[in-house]
């Protein structure tokens, strides 16, 4: 019985490992193709640039409350 039931913990635990394996690749692959549609965004300057990227990121909500610098009654992305 003991033969039996280590088996059958060994199974899942290379079960286990396979699907946390397919869950980095997608997850790698989710990465990869948020940073393409990121770079999408493109832009004459990194200023410009920038600004897109952080449209694309960042709720209205977000902006309201932050800034850069934390200026005025806003909170810094420090903070964060």
Do not use: P
């Amino acid at each position: 019985m003991d033969g039996h039931i280590l088996k059958v913990l060994e199974e899942l635990r290379e079960q286990n490992r396979t699907i946390i394996t397919l869950l980095q690749q997608q997850l790698s692959c989710n990465m990869l193709m948020q940073i393409r549609i990121l770079a999408i965004a493109g832009g004459d300057n990194v200023g410009q640039t920038t600004r897109r990227i952080m449209k694309k990121l960042i709720s209205d909500s977000v902006v309201l409350a932050y800034n850069l610098r934390g200026k005025g009654s806003k909170q810094s992305f420090g903070a964060l």
